[in-house]
């Protein structure tokens, strides 16, 4: 099993400041902080990025139930966005509900200041 691997972040996290915190069983959390690079046309946290925080949550969750390497892709991904966010840290956990031989359905929240900003619901096939 290659440990190191597990929570290793892509060139387009470390670009738009994802943090890492945990990746291991089945679940991770990551952290992104706002910066004016991540705004849209309304001053707000862009979709996008937001988008982006999730899929890299949901990607280390996968991830942390193989050898840690990269082993699945995002087929869909289905996103309720709930509250805009102008500031701070958010944290995304996302966690394996179902994991098969050929795909996995992952869950995520994010989560800033102990309230709900999104929920999403996907589905990787495994590589």
Known sequence: ????????????????GLEILS?????ASVRLTMHDGLRNLHGKLH?????????????????SLGDGTP???TLE??????????EGALTCRAWIEHHGTRTQVIEAE????GKLVA?????F???
Do not use: W
């Open 1 to 16: 099993m290659q440990e190191e691997e597990i929570g290793r972040s892509s060139a387009f996290g470390r670009l738009l």
């Open 23 to 27: 990746a291991g069983g089945g679940e």
């Open 47 to 63: 979709g996008g990025a937001l988008f982006s925080l999730i899929d890299s949550a949901m990607g280390q969750a996968s991830h």
């Open 71 to 73: 082993n699945s892709v």
């Open 77 to 86: 991904c289905k996103i309720n966005y709930i509250r805009p966010v102008s």
């Open 110 to 113: 994010v989560h800033q200041d």
């Open 119 to 123: 929920k999403a619901l996907a589905t």
């Open 125 to 127: 096939a495994l590589l």
